[in-house]
């Protein structure tokens, strides 16, 4: 038995902000990750047992659902 289709799509941007002029080293950097961007189900495998009555059944998911994280980060 072969398992479904493994699709899953991580993205993450960033920008990075100057804060003064006089002082180049002072930076803010504002940073946004997914992960399961799209929120597309991942079926886990199928039972492979022969004899139990679910046989070839996917009862559950192998990957959560989607998950954002939002960061700040000062430097300087």
Do not use: I, W
Not at 25 to 38: G, P, V
Not at 48 to 54: A, C, E, K, Y
Request: hydrophobic letters at 40%; charged letters at 15%; proline letters at 7%.
């Amino acid at each position: 038995m072969r398992s479904p289709f493994y699709f899953t799509c991580n993205l993450s941007v960033g920008k990075q902000f100057a804060l003064s002029e006089k002082y180049e080293s002072m930076q803010l950097e504002l940073r946004l990750e997914a992960q399961n961007a799209f929120n597309h189900p991942v079926f886990g495998t199928p039972n492979t047992n022969v004899g139990d009555p679910n046989f070839g059944v996917v009862s559950y998911t192998a990957v959560g659902p989607r998950q954002v994280q939002l960061a700040l980060k000062f430097m300087f």
